[in-house]
């Protein structure tokens, strides 16, 4: 129930915020110092994007951990196949893992459409999905773990937070040139 209550408290929170900038807005058009004005009302702004951003990821964005062995292939969404062509691991003298590289191709509905080579912390992105190496292994037999994410609220976050930063700094100037 509390999750219903606070889903309740942050759209309650986000009306909010919409009239709190609509009121301040009206408001400061007459004002003489307007970028001291309007400067919460465009971080509000960005809030509301944050949040819109948060609301889709949770509600139409995933992440899955894929284990996929060499010459598998996986679905993974609807039409979507992701299979694993080769891993390569090199070590050092201990034996440990240094770096290590997976070559992948990427279908759709059915028909090959990329193939690329995913290394840790360099992820790949087709369309909307994003793959991120978590680890690799070539015992008894060569498999990665890779993570597959969707996340549709990423860029109307990536705008709030530019908004948040603009009014953040125009509130800043706003007070100190007053």
Not at 48 to 55: A, E
Not at 108 to 129: A, I, S
Not at 164 to 172: A, E, P
Request: proline share 3%; glycine share 10%.
């Amino acid at each position: 129930w509390w999750m219903y209550a606070m889903i309740l408290m942050l759209a309650l929170l986000a009306v909010s915020t919409i009239f709190c900038t609509i009121d301040g807005t009206i408001k400061g058009l007459n004002s003489r110092n307007l970028i001291l004005k309007l400067s919460p009302q465009v971080m509000h702004l960005g809030v509301l994007f944050i949040m819109l951003g948060h609301l889709l990821t949770a509600s139409i964005g995933f992440k899955t951990d894929m284990r996929i062995k060499e010459g598998e292939k996986k679905v993974v969404a609807g039409e979507i196949e992701l299979y694993l062509e080769d891993v390569k691991v090199q070590t050092d003298k201990q034996g440990y893992y240094t770096d290590w590289e997976a070559k992948l191709w990427w279908f759709e509905n059915g028909e090959k459409v990329k193939e690329e080579v995913l290394r840790p912390v360099h992820p790949l992105y087709f369309g909307q999905f994003g793959l991120y190496f978590k680890s690799v292994s070539i015992e008894p037999e060569p498999s990665a773990l890779i993570r597959v994410c969707r996340d549709p609220g990423a860029l109307w976050a990536l705008i709030g937070g530019v908004f948040l930063s603009i009014g953040g700094l125009g509130f800043v100037y706003g007070r100190f040139s007053a």
